[in-house]
């Protein structure tokens, strides 16, 4: 499947501000299943982007741009070509033992709740794969989806309590059971082709990784219940979210500000509705 994708970030400031610096983790790899046909970055200021990789291979791009600055747009479209792999991860770029995924963060610490919740669901099967499979279905069908109560900084166990919140939560609440399980567990941050249609998305879209012996990788989406398909677009890797992020940066100076995100994920070729 070929799906095109727009993602636009505005930054406003009541008072401008005088400089900022951004990072990007924007801009998605080729891998097993994933094919990056064309990608694009566009800033709305005059400024140049310097592509690096970071520690955990994912393609990074950071710019410095001076003010005054009342508008920043940060935009990136492009077309990836996606096969079904059944979940599986395969052909990227790997620079730490899967042991380093069972690294807890202040994000995804279980606390006891979560404990006795992961413990539950792992009676569900004998095997690693099974469990995670077990575990994603009991978050799938325990929490319900509210961007309302939740926001960046919520961790696992803050999320857990609510049994709402977005897809970043859903994320953070299987990798924290699945490393009390002692299974390696990773964020991912990317795109995702709805099925109904509906092409405008407020936020991009994140799941999970899990290493499963004989397997290897194998990506679970809680969100939606199902194990990451040609739908899914893969962009970036940490061990929570603040290390997947698709932007952060500083700014100095600047007052008021105000954000907005919009994202378009389309199956190029196909009439859709907004």
């Known amino acids: 499947m070929r799906i095109r994708i727009h993602h636009e970030t505005i930054y406003r400031y009541n008072t401008p501000a005088k400089s900022a610096i951004e990072l990007l983790r924007l801009t998605p790899r080729n891998h097993d299943g994933q094919y990056v046909v064309r990608w694009r970055i566009d800033v709305s200021e005059d400024c140049r982007l310097e592509q690096h990789e970071d520690a955990f291979g994912n393609l990074t791009h950071t710019f410095t741009v001076?003010?005054?600055?009342?508008?920043?747009?940060?935009?990136?479209?492009?077309?990836?070509?996606?096969?079904?792999?059944?979940?599986?991860?395969?052909?990227?770029?790997?620079?730490?033992?899967?042991s380093l995924f069972l690294r807890g963060t202040?994000?995804?610490?279980?606390?006891?709740?979560?404990?006795?919740?992961?413990?539950?669901?792992a009676l569900a099967a004998d095997n690693t794969l099974g469990r995670l499979h077990a575990l994603q279905s009991r978050i799938f069908e325990t929490f319900s989806f509210d961007a309302d109560p939740t926001n960046t900084g919520t961790s696992a166990s803050e999320a857990f309590v609510l049994k709402r919140g977005v897809c970043q939560d859903y994320a953070h609440v299987f990798i924290a059971c699945a490393r009390h399980l002692g299974i390696p567990a990773r964020y991912i941050g990317g795109h995702f082709l709805r099925s109904d249609g509906l092409t405008t998305?407020?936020?991009?879209?994140?799941?999970?990784?899990?290493?499963?012996?004989?397997?290897?990788?194998?990506?679970?989406?809680?969100?939606?219940?199902?194990?990451?398909?040609d739908s899914h677009v893969r962009v970036a890797v940490g061990l929570d979210y603040l290390g997947a992020a698709p932007i952060r940066g500083t700014r100095r100076g600047g007052t008021?500000?105000?954000?907005?995100?919009?994202?378009?994920?389309?199956?190029?070729?196909?009439?859709?509705?907004s």
């Open 66 to 98: 001076d003010g005054p600055i009342s508008e920043l747009r940060i935009g990136v479209s492009g077309e990836v070509e996606t096969q079904d792999t059944a979940g599986v991860i395969r052909g990227t770029l790997e620079r730490f033992p899967e």
């Open 106 to 121: 202040a994000l995804t610490k279980p606390d006891d709740e979560i404990i006795a919740f992961a413990e539950d669901a």
């Open 201 to 229: 998305q407020e936020a991009g879209h994140a799941w999970a990784e899990a290493y499963a012996p004989d397997l290897g990788w194998v990506a679970f989406d809680p969100t939606n219940g199902v194990s990451a398909t």
């Open 256 to 273: 008021g500000e105000t954000l907005a995100v919009t994202v378009q994920v389309d199956q190029a070729g196909r009439q859709t509705q």
